[in-house]
């Protein structure tokens, strides 16, 4: 078995084993939860998010490199995407650095967001089940973007770094960036609701750690500009969707027509009491 094999393997057997330490924790912590909300998930809301998550894993394990394309699809890049890398492109001593931050940062804060959002929130059954579907649907959806359009990579297209095989041509769109800000804007629209008076450093500062990780990205040449945009904007618009439904279904914020609804029964009400007041 060749190194590179070898070195595949050991990712996949470590991956496995970190999802399985998820899956136990999630089914620990669950039962947890607080019960202030009028819903609670229930046993089939997270047999259907753990499967979900074990198909994205498989996803992005055994599928994504056995489908992306042997030459690239799309390969120069436009004037802007050429323009921007070439202010942002840290020089060639740094671009690992740059990589390996843009690493730590999804790993030790956005990822790792399945676990500490849940436990950081005050609904831990609710918040555990939408980190999961909004990382499953996204990283699905994002691979799926990846296999089709088969863009090849900056740092390829410029020789700046050695080949990684069919991952070369995986640039679009950013898988760092759209897991970066789908987990920011679904874990900052949860705690915001648990913690309202510190809103603005929430989303202040999950926003920011999701944009450096993008700029990171950039800056050590794995994805040009247009990547890293339209992963952030993918990921932040699937997140507010599942995020949005799920709690609304959980009760937790009112949908507009409920709101408007509200606003209007309350408007007749104070209606009807002024006329009955000079009636008398």
């Known amino acids: 078995m060749s190194l590179e094999n070898l070195l595949t393997l050991n990712y996949r057997i470590r991956t496995g084993q970190v999802f399985t330490v998820y899956v136990l924790l999630m089914v620990l912590l669950a039962p947890m939860s607080n019960s202030f909300a009028s819903e609670q998930p229930e046993t ?16 992005e394990l055994f599928a994504k490199d056995r489908y992306l394309p042997y030459a690239p699809r799309f390969t120069t890049p436009n004037r802007l995407d050429a323009g921007i890398r070439n202010r942002m492109l840290w020089g060639s001593e740094n671009r690992e650095v740059a ?16 676990l500490w959002g849940p436990l950081a929130s005050k609904e831990r ?32 297209y410029y020789g700046t ?16 960036s759209s897991i970066a800000f789908s987990q920011a804007v679904s874990n900052a629209m949860i705690l915001s609701l648990d913690y309202p008076d510190r809103t603005t450093l929430i989303w202040s500062s999950f926003l920011a750690t999701a944009g450096l990780t993008a700029y990171f990205r950039i800056a ?4 040009y500009f247009s990547d890293v945009l339209v992963g952030s904007c993918a990921g932040s618009l699937l997140a507010w969707t ?31 009491l002024v006329l009955k007041i000079p009636l008398g």
């Open 44 to 59: 089939s809301d997270y047999l259907l998010a753990t499967g979900g998550l074990g198909l994205a894993l498989g996803m």
């Open 99 to 114: 990589e390996a931050w843009s690493d730590r940062l999804i790993y030790a804060v956005s990822m790792s967001s399945l």
């Open 125 to 156: 059954g609710q918040t555990m089940l939408i980190n999961m579907e909004v990382f499953s649907a996204n990283s699905l959806l994002t691979n799926l973007f990846k296999i089709s359009a088969g863009r090849e990579r900056p740092y390829h």
């Open 161 to 176: 770094r050695v080949s990684m095989g069919k991952k070369d041509y995986a640039s679009f769109y950013s898988a760092h």
């Open 220 to 223: 050590g040449d794995m994805h």
């Open 242 to 272: 599942i995020t949005s439904w799920e709690l609304n279904r959980f009760k937790r914020i009112e949908t507009e027509a409920e709101q408007f609804s509200l606003s209007s029964r309350e408007s007749r009400r104070e209606f009807v």
